[in-house]
């Protein structure tokens, strides 16, 4: 190897000019979110029917953890959302599902009502595998399309459930490097 080749950019090598945006955010980079620094422990790809996909990041802030998720249809479309327990959205919606391979049209979580947008099956890749895991989601969305609900069926009785909101890239700072970059 020559001098020289020791300065060329591999491909996943990490320029410091450019992948300090949102979109290229990597497991171990820090940001800053709503008055706290926040890192990012995981990253997951999704695929939907049709050739859909988006991109979530898991962020922790001491004990607190939410997901933000970065999908592209006509527009770039960036939104936070944290775990709820599915129990939490009234005990009927998990077996409303197992009876009728749906949730109701219409499900109200803390005096908000929610109703059903989109559906559909996916795949999920975590971090950066080749070998996705099967879920089907249902997302649901407030009446000001500002507030949304997803529930996802990971099998034929294993469920999540998640509610969030529309953010805009701006709101994200101070993004750095982990360690180990």
């Known amino acids: 190897m020559s001098f020289f080749d020791r300065f060329k950019k591999q491909e996943d090598d990490f320029d410091p000019l450019a992948d300090l945006e949102l979109s290229k955010l990597r497991v171990g980079f820090f940001l800053d979110y709503d008055l706290k620094t926040w890192e990012v422990k995981s ?27 970065r999908a592209e249809d006509d527009d770039v479309e960036w939104s ?12 009927h919606i998990k077996k409303h599902i197992i009876d009728n391979e749906d ?15 989109e559906s559909g099956p996916g795949l999920m890749y975590v971090d950066n595998s080749d070998e996705g895991r099967e879920f089907i989601v249902w997302d649901f969305v407030d009446e000001d399309d500002e507030k949304f609900l997803s529930i996802e069926q990971w099998g034929e009785t294993e469920f999540e459930a998640s509610s969030g909101f529309y953010v805009e890239e701006y709101q994200f700072i101070n993004i750095l490097p982990g360690s180990d970059i």
């Open 103 to 117: 949730p109701p049209a219409e499900i109200v979580y803390k005096d908000v009502t929610y109703y059903l947008d």
């Open 43 to 69: 990253y997951r790809r999704y695929e939907f029917d049709g050739g859909y996909e988006s991109e979530e990041w898991e962020l922790e802030s001491g004990r607190e953890k939410i997901y933000l998720e």
């Open 80 to 91: 936070v959302s944290k775990k709820v327990p599915i129990g939490a959205l009234g005990g």
